[in-house]
């Protein structure tokens, strides 16, 4: 079965400063990839940033960038030079190669950013 | 550039009361369509998903059904609400089968049921 797991609930930081969102996944897939997605507070969601499990390399799109730990089931989501406007609900998810038409979303952790 | 439309907005109905919610996607054929549901403050929970016309699976049993009429188009419905049914249900697109596709989501409809 497959599994999604963000402990953090909520976080808040200061602006400019660098966050970093906990996630971690259960599967029994040797392939598997990770999404990570941004719901802001009209309900918008949207997709941020993917890694897949077959790559070494963190991914990093914009200030956006993972923190790929395989061998401990974890994929941290890190956001540099925060703004006010990443204030939004974040959610990790991860979809597996033997069941691939379905996205398991973790429960999403609450970023607050402040001036 | 491909949409995705949402009706209606919100809903509010009444326990027992039939309920049909639909998405539309234009500017991209044969998407892979998917139906998510969220309690208030909650997780993402995929309901459906159909890879193409006719063709619709479910993922979780929650007493709704979906259907695919159109290439573009997807239904959720159900003949009587739960008190449970209530949350934010999200219609979402992928262009293709990939486990690597990134998904598109709509605007949402919001659904309360008293």
């Known amino acids: 079965a497959q599994k999604v797991t963000q402990t953090q609930t909520s976080i808040s930081v200061v602006e400019k400063t660098t966050v970093t969102m906990d996630c971690v996944y259960e599967?029994?897939?040797?392939?598997?990839?990770l999404f990570w997605y941004k719901q802001t507070a009209s309900g918008e969601i949207v997709f941020l940033i993917r890694?897949?499990?077959?790559?070494?390399e963190n991914a990093t799109v914009g200030h956006y960038s993972l923190n790929f730990q395989k061998p401990k089931s974890s994929i941290g989501l890190i956001i540099t030079a925060t703004q006010i406007e990443d204030s939004a609900v974040y959610f990790c998810?991860?979809?597996?190669?033997?069941?691939?038409?379905?996205?398991?979303f973790g429960s999403g952790t609450k970023l607050t950013v402040e001036p | 550039a491909q949409t995705i439309h949402q009706w209606p907005v919100a809903e509010i109905k009444a326990v027992g009361s039939p309920l049909s919610l639909g998405c539309t996607i234009k500017?991209?054929?044969?998407?892979?369509l998917y139906w998510y549901w969220q309690a208030t403050g909650g997780t993402l929970q995929q309901l459906f998903y159909s890879i193409t016309v006719g063709q619709v699976e479910s993922v979780v049993q929650l007493n709704l059904s979906a259907s695919r009429p159109k290439d573009d188009q997807f239904i959720l419905s159900t003949e009587k609400l739960l008190l449970s049914h209530s949350g934010f249900y999200l219609c979402?697109?992928?262009?293709?089968?990939?486990?690597?596709?990134?998904?598109?989501f709509g605007h949402g409809t919001k659904l309360s049921v008293l």
């Open positions: 500017g991209k054929s044969s998407p892979n």
């Open positions: 998810a991860m979809r597996s190669m033997s069941n691939y038409n379905v996205l398991y």
């Open positions: 890694q897949d499990s077959y790559k070494k």
């Open positions: 599967t029994r897939d040797s392939s598997y990839f």
């Open positions: 979402a697109w992928s262009p293709d089968r990939g486990p690597n596709e990134r998904l598109f």
